[in-house]
T-cell receptor, first 114, second 110 residues
């Protein structure tokens, strides 16, 4: 089946620890995105990547880092510099970086920092 | 800048009632418009889309028409079911960026 996988579904970390969220897609999509969702709010863009080895900051990139070494993978690291990391994190991809195509979303990872 | 505004919820309807969720947008040029649905604990799923003015997107009984004159993309369904209970997001695409509304929670009661 083609799609986007995120793992794990639930993640617990202690304050001050870095944590990496996985996102993999087998849709052969060029563009990938990371969003953060807080209760009762819309999605806020953290980072996006249009092509391998290239990525751009979104609206709330502070305290996060990403890499795009392979087309299929776009991991997100939540660093200890992120002041309020507890949230639901969604990864998405799209066919092209520019156009009319939709985004396809993974099932999300819920991160709780204790 | 580009943005999307959708009606706040929560919305509670009885089964078979008519649904409207309002969405308006602010953007220069000709963005593509989308409605997504999110079930509890899951990611967003595309519900329907429209890529140019006067286009009507439709899926699973839901419809929305791209109205450039009123910069709107309201979601409608003639008869909702309990299984339609979810959060609905309006979104626009402009170039390589997507902009999402804050979501409208819908609960349908039997």
């Amino acid at each position: 089946d083609g799609g986007i996988t995120q793992s794990p579904k639930y993640l617990f970390r202690k304050e001050g620890q870095n944590v990496t969220l996985s996102c993999e897609q087998n849709l052969n999509h060029d563009a990938m995105y990371w969003y953060r969702q807080d209760p009762g709010q819309g999605l806020r863009l953290i980072y996006y990547s249009q092509i391998v080895n290239d990525f751009q900051k979104g609206d709330i990139a502070e305290g996060y880092s990403v890499s795009r070494e392979k087309k299929e993978s776009f991991p997100l690291t939540v660093t200890s510099a992120q002041k309020n990391p507890t949230a639901f994190y969604l990864c998405a991809s799209s066919i092209a970086a520019v156009g009319t195509d939709t985004q396809y979303f993974g099932p999300g990872t819920r991160l709780t920092v204790l | 800048g580009d943005s999307v505004t959708q009606m706040e919820g929560p919305v509670t309807l009885s089964e078979e009632a008519f649904l409207t969720i309002n969405c308006t947008y602010t953007a220069t040029g000709y963005p593509s418009l989308f409605w997504y649905v999110q079930y509890p604990g899951e990611g967003l799923q595309l519900l329907l889309k429209a890529t140019k003015a006067d286009d009507k997107g439709s899926n699973k009984g839901f419809e929305a028409t791209y109205r450039k004159e009123t910069t709107s993309f309201h979601l409608e369904k003639g008869s909702v079911q309990v299984s339609d209970s979810a959060v609905y997001f309006c979104a626009l695409r402009k170039g390589n960026q997507f902009y999402f509304g804050t979501g409208t929670s819908l609960t349908v009661i039997p």
